[in-house]
């Protein structure tokens, strides 16, 4: 079964940034899909079986910060 992971994203200043970071976390294994990622508050939603430390450590590998 698969569950909703949001997180908090910081260091997004555009939509380049929002781009890298959806693409980061949909590349993550056990990643379904990427619901949403926003600048504004800084937010990131993925569905799947993705391990938490999985998607905060392809935020970082893509340049930015992240955290449950």
């Given at each position: 079964m698969s569950e909703t992971i949001q997180l908090k994203v910081e260091g997004m200043t555009c939509m380049h940034c929002?781009?890298?970071?959806?693409?980061?976390l949909a590349a993550?294994?056990?990643?379904?899909?990427?619901?949403?990622?926003?600048?504004?508050?800084?937010?990131?939603?993925?569905?799947?079986n993705?391990?938490?430390?999985?998607?905060?450590?392809?935020v970082k590998e893509a340049g930015y910060t992240a955290s449950i």
């Open positions: 929002v781009a890298a970071v959806r693409k980061a993550v294994d056990g990643v379904e899909e990427v619901v949403d990622v926003s600048l504004e508050p800084g937010s990131a939603t993925v569905r799947g993705a391990r938490a430390e999985a998607l905060i450590a392809a």
